[in-house]
């Protein structure tokens, strides 16, 4: 039985997807990115100011309001951490917990017993566009009804731009290589999910973490998918076209 669980993740991943069905079983917690804007969290949690305390007592008060809403009411904490994120987390946690020999150990004190899920997606230049699109567009998330569940900026077109889709892609398999470097180090062997399988079959792979996990999974029929698939045609005809400039 795992106290905790950590999403260990890249951008377009599925994430999103994943935090939404393991909330809706109401016994895997509530993960969000807890890590990112920490001052909107500290606000929605109505924390003291930082300036009104010192910066070790902000930390450990927000790590203690991240629990408690990570665990969502059950007795399993949840966090989803992207790879560019995780350094920051462990310079926090070792300036509450100092003198742990490996962030493993800093987060184990923190979290208690927990299980790495390594979300990952096999075709990086379809993740790299996916990025990109919703960096363009300003819509990162839809509803399987087509209505937008997130929009960080005014409605734009997307335009096909071969270099950025080259550094995106580089950037996606670079942290997706350090998040695998990171494990190794730390002795961890992860549950690995693919976007590719969560997308296609999302009852049968939450069924898979919530039995790692020890909690007793929904009824496949109760698993109703939060978030839809943004790719479409125009996604595949920017692949197709940076295959063929990539091999000019």
Same mark, same amino acid.
């Given at each position: 039985?795992?106290?905790?669980?950590?999403?260990?993740?890249?951008?377009?991943?599925?994430?999103?997807?994943?935090?939404?069905?393991?909330?809706?079983?109401?016994?895997?917690?509530?993960?969000?990115?807890?890590?990112?804007?920490?001052?909107?969290? @500290? !606000?929605?949690?109505? =924390?003291? #100011?930082?300036?009104?305390?010192?910066?070790?007592?902000?930390? /450990? *008060?927000?790590?203690?309001?991240?629990?408690?809403?990570?665990?969502?009411?059950?007795?399993?904490?949840?966090?989803?951490?992207?790879?560019?994120?995780?350094?920051?987390?462990?310079?926090?946690?070792?300036?509450?917990?100092?003198?742990?020999?490996?962030?493993?150990?800093?987060?184990?004190?923190?979290?208690?017993?927990?299980?790495?899920?390594?979300?990952?997606?096999?075709?990086?230049?379809?993740?790299?566009?996916?990025?990109?699109? @919703? !960096?363009?567009?300003? =819509?990162? #998330?839809?509803?399987?009804?087509?209505?937008?569940?997130?929009? /960080? *900026?005014?409605?734009?077109?997307?335009?096909?731009?071969?270099?950025?889709?080259?550094?995106?892609?580089?950037?996606?398999?670079?942290?997706?290589?350090?998040?695998?470097?990171?494990?190794?180090?730390?002795?961890?062997?992860?549950?690995?999910?693919?976007?590719?399988?969560?997308?296609?079959?999302?009852?049968?792979?939450?069924?898979?973490?919530?039995?790692?996990?020890?909690?007793?999974?929904?009824?496949?029929?109760?698993?109703?998918?939060?978030?839809?698939?943004?790719?479409?045609?125009?996604?595949?005809?920017?692949?197709?076209?940076?295959?063929?400039?990539?091999?000019?």
């Amino acid at each position: 039985m795992f106290d905790a669980y950590i999403m260990c993740g890249t951008p377009r991943t599925g994430s999103t997807l994943l935090c939404g069905l393991l909330a809706s079983t109401r016994t895997a917690g509530d993960p969000h990115s807890f890590y990112q804007d920490v001052a909107e969290w @500290a !606000e929605e949690w109505a =924390l003291p #100011h930082p300036e009104t305390m010192t910066a070790h007592e902000f930390d /450990v *008060a927000y790590l203690d309001a991240a629990i408690r809403a990570g665990k969502g009411g059950t007795n399993v904490f949840g966090l989803r951490l992207m790879r560019e994120n995780l350094d920051e987390l462990s310079a926090i946690l070792d300036g509450i917990f100092p003198d742990l020999p490996s962030d493993k150990a800093r987060f184990e004190k923190a979290f208690g017993r927990v299980l790495y899920i390594h979300l990952s997606r096999e075709n990086k230049l379809a993740q790299a566009v996916s990025l990109i699109r @919703a !960096e363009q567009t300003g =819509l990162w #998330h839809i509803a399987p009804d087509g209505t937008e569940i997130e929009r /960080v *900026a005014p409605p734009q077109e997307p335009r096909y731009d071969f270099e950025r889709i080259q550094h995106e892609l580089a950037e996606v398999e670079t942290y997706h290589a350090a998040w695998n470097i990171w494990f190794a180090k730390q002795g961890i062997v992860p549950l690995r999910i693919g976007y590719e399988s969560l997308s296609a079959n999302p009852a049968a792979t939450l069924a898979s973490i919530c039995e790692a996990l020890g909690v007793p999974p929904p009824n496949s029929g109760d698993i109703k998918p939060g978030v839809a698939k943004l790719s479409d045609e125009t996604s595949l005809d920017w692949m197709r076209r940076f295959r063929r400039d990539a091999a000019v």
